[in-house]
């Protein structure tokens, strides 16, 4: 039986946790030829883990001290505090064993909790996950994967990880992808679940970030061929509504009752075929542009300082040194 690693990441204030510990005995009890690798900002109690401790680093940098440390080519990243469909998990591993891939992964889903925004944060997630993720790597322009499992082959990224820095680690993984035409692999089954952030405050904490990562992605790969297959991860995850909006507009004017038909059968769409969540579809449709909004003005933002900021820092040479990579 082929070897796996598995690796989880603890990060900033987080700690680790039982549910963590859990996943980790049933991942070693099914794959007997196995390693563990814990990143942590601080020691683990338990001694039986590799623990690699980098305090305040990006999880990019850690996937690249992954990618030279793991023992085996078979690599298993996940975030500590991810659910896991443990069935679902397993297939999926046995399966990559079967396939030629770099990258792997599959659907994750938003946990069950109570709370105006995870209810929100649900319906994105079946939006990204569901239907736009698949469909653009389906047509051959996708360059996004979820961060919060996937499996990864040493054996293809060990020499093509740029030297460099991003919040956005799995976005830039997925230009590395498509830029060296790797092969992949994702399954239509729920691997996990993710506990999502509980008030708007959190949730808007967390697109600014997303915005910082993804304007450090399109920096990276401004003279890169690949920079339209990112502008168009842009568009399609943050900026889909505004052309939903604008067909609804005009339907609007057509005939009302085809607009309210409309809107339904979106909100439908939306809840992953759920018809009792259809209210929280609707109120996603409403609420959620303000979020976008948010993001696009924290891009800008981004696009503009991190150039001026590493120029005035006296990183000018590494800096072009970067953009030039690709």
Same mark, same amino acid.
């Given at each position: 039986?082929e070897? /796996?690693?598995?690796?989880?990441f603890?990060?900033?204030?987080?700690?680790?946790n039982?549910?963590m510990?859990d996943?980790?005995?049933?991942?070693?009890?099914?794959?007997?030829?196995?390693?563990?690798?814990?990143?942590?900002?601080?020691e #683990?109690?338990?001694?039986?883990?590799?623990?690699?401790?980098?305090?305040?680093?990006?999880?990019?940098?850690?996937?690249? /001290?992954?990618?030279?440390?793991?023992?085996?080519?078979?690599?298993?990243?996940?975030?500590?505090?991810?659910?896991?469909?443990?069935?679902? /998990? #397993?297939?999926?591993?046995?399966n990559?064993?079967?396939?030629?891939?770099?990258i792997?992964?599959g659907?994750?889903?938003?946990?069950?909790?109570?709370g105006f925004?995870?209810?929100?944060?649900?319906i994105?997630?079946?939006?990204?996950?569901?239907?736009?993720?698949?469909?653009?790597w389906n047509?051959?322009?996708?360059?996004?994967?979820?961060?919060?499992?996937?499996?990864?082959?040493?054996?293809y990224?060990?020499?093509i990880?740029p030297?460099?820095?991003?919040?956005?680690?799995?976005?830039?993984?997925?230009?590395?992808?498509?830029?060296n035409?790797?092969?992949?692999?994702?399954?239509?089954?729920?691997?996990g679940?993710?506990?999502?952030?509980?008030?708007?405050k959190?949730?808007l904490?967390?697109r600014?970030?997303?915005?910082?990562?993804?304007?450090?992605?399109?920096?990276?790969?401004?003279?890169?061929?690949?920079?339209i297959?990112?502008?168009?991860h842009?568009?399609?995850?943050?900026?889909?509504w505004?052309?939903?909006?604008?067909?609804?507009?005009?339907i609007?004017?057509?005939?009302i009752?085809?607009a309210?038909i409309?809107?339904l059968?979106?909100?439908?769409?939306?809840?992953?075929?759920?018809?009792?969540?259809?209210?929280?579809?609707?109120m996603?449709?409403?609420?959620?542009?303000?979020?976008?909004?948010?993001?696009?003005?924290?891009?800008?933002?981004?696009?503009?300082?991190?150039?001026?900021?590493s120029?005035?820092?006296?990183?000018?040479?590494?800096?072009?040194k970067?953009?030039?990579?690709?």
């Amino acid at each position: 039986m082929e070897g /796996i690693t598995i690796a989880t990441f603890i990060s900033n204030n987080e700690k680790d946790n039982a549910e963590m510990y859990d996943i980790i005995n049933f991942l070693k009890d099914n794959f007997i030829n196995n390693e563990v690798i814990i990143f942590s900002n601080y020691e #683990i109690e338990d001694k039986t883990f590799n623990n690699f401790i980098t305090p305040q680093m990006t999880k990019y940098k850690r996937i690249k /001290i992954l990618l030279k440390e793991a023992k085996f080519d078979n690599i298993l990243c996940f975030d500590n505090d991810i659910t896991m469909d443990k069935e679902n /998990i #397993i297939k999926f591993i046995k399966n990559c064993f079967d396939v030629n891939y770099s990258i792997a992964w599959g659907k994750i889903k938003a946990k069950k909790i109570k709370g105006f925004i995870p209810k929100l944060i649900n319906i994105d997630k079946n939006l990204s996950h569901n239907y736009i993720r698949p469909f653009l790597w389906n047509i051959k322009l996708g360059i996004s994967l979820p961060g919060q499992i996937f499996m990864i082959k040493k054996s293809y990224f060990s020499n093509i990880m740029p030297n460099i820095d991003t919040v956005y680690d799995d976005l830039m993984i997925g230009t590395i992808v498509r830029k060296n035409n790797l092969p992949i692999y994702f399954v239509k089954d729920v691997l996990g679940y993710e506990k999502p952030k509980g008030n708007i405050k959190k949730l808007l904490k967390q697109r600014i970030r997303w915005a910082k990562g993804l304007a450090e992605t399109i920096i990276y790969n401004c003279k890169s061929k690949i920079l339209i297959y990112i502008l168009l991860h842009a568009i399609s995850f943050n900026l889909l509504w505004i052309p939903m909006y604008i067909l609804l507009y005009y339907i609007f004017k057509f005939n009302i009752f085809l607009a309210i038909i409309s809107i339904l059968l979106i909100c439908y769409v939306l809840t992953d075929n759920r018809g009792k969540d259809m209210f929280w579809a609707l109120m996603y449709m409403i609420i959620f542009p303000f979020v976008y909004i948010v993001w696009g003005i924290s891009l800008i933002f981004y696009l503009i300082t991190i150039p001026i900021n590493s120029r005035f820092k006296g990183k000018e040479k590494k800096w072009i040194k970067n953009l030039k990579y690709y």
